[in-house]
């Protein structure tokens, strides 16, 4: 069974950083992993992704986040920087698997605030 566990979400001051954690299980195979959020009232907006050698970044976001991937512990990590009271909502992992099938963490929720 696949899982999908994010952490590290929290309350950071405008101009700050935070990293977000994502840890997969049950996959084996070969996969795309990434990162979305997902503001009230609005769509799911895609914000980096890792496929096999390439790691792709949202206008929104380039230059300031940074994904990186632990595979030793089945890990990718999202490094924010610069944060702006804009970047305050829930942030979610989803792999992408060979075939098509697609899982979503429950996601972490980062409130960037005075």
């Known amino acids: 069974q696949v899982r999908l566990v994010e952490s590290g979400g929290g309350l950071v001051q405008p101009g700050g950083s935070l990293t977000l954690s994502c840890t997969a299980s049950?996959?084996?195979?070969?996969?795309?992993i990434g990162w979305f959020r997902q503001a009230p009232g609005k769509g799911r907006e895609g914000l980096s992704c890792?496929?096999?050698?390439?790691?792709y970044y949202a206008d929104s976001v380039k230059g300031r986040f940074t994904m990186s991937r632990d595979s030793t512990k089945n890990t990718v990590y999202l490094q924010m920087n610069s944060l702006k009271p804009d970047d305050t909502t829930v942030y979610y992992c989803?792999?992408?698997?060979?075939?098509?099938?697609?899982?979503w963490g429950k996601g972490t929720l980062v409130t960037v605030s005075s």
């Open positions: 049950g996959l084996s195979d070969d996969y795309a």
């Open positions: 890792i496929t096999t050698g390439n790691t």
């Open positions: 989803h792999v992408l698997r060979l075939g098509g099938m697609d899982y």
